[in-house]
């Protein structure tokens, strides 16, 4: 599923990303992404949010076959300040096909600990 568009937003308590392509605009070196079993990694620089609350991720239903399971994402945040890089986990295990679970194509992600349990308290 190598040129699947799949947007996503990330929002934060001091604002909010601009609209993020990951898919078809972000390919490296050839790489397919969205493929079964899989594990896709984007670099991207995202300023002025601070800790990531929410993920609104999805993709164009395009193509054939377009629709994916998402096991989870996992956001690696480096603070200006050169400190320790901070990790976001979203534990998902949904899918994103209008053929599979609830027809969602689109889903807003909030943050879990390491294990997928809620955070409390963002």
Not at 34 to 49: A, P, Y
Request: negative net charge; proline residues 4%; hydrophobic residues 35%.
């Amino acid at each position: 599923m190598a040129f699947l568009a799949c947007p996503a937003k990330m929002y934060g308590p001091d604002g909010t990303s601009e609209e993020i392509s990951l898919g078809n605009n972000a390919l490296e070196n050839n790489a397919d992404y969205f493929d079964e079993g899989m594990c896709d990694k984007f670099t991207i620089e995202v300023q002025g949010i601070g800790r990531i609350r929410k993920v609104r991720i999805g993709h164009d239903d395009e193509g054939t076959m377009s629709g994916w399971f998402l096991e989870k994402l996992l956001i690696q945040r480096r603070p200006r300040d050169g400190t320790k890089t901070e990790d976001n986990f979203f534990f998902v295990n949904r899918w994103f096909a209008r053929s599979e679970d609830d027809g969602k194509i689109v889903r807003e992600l909030f943050p879990t600990d390491e294990f997928g349990r809620p955070l409390k308290g963002l």
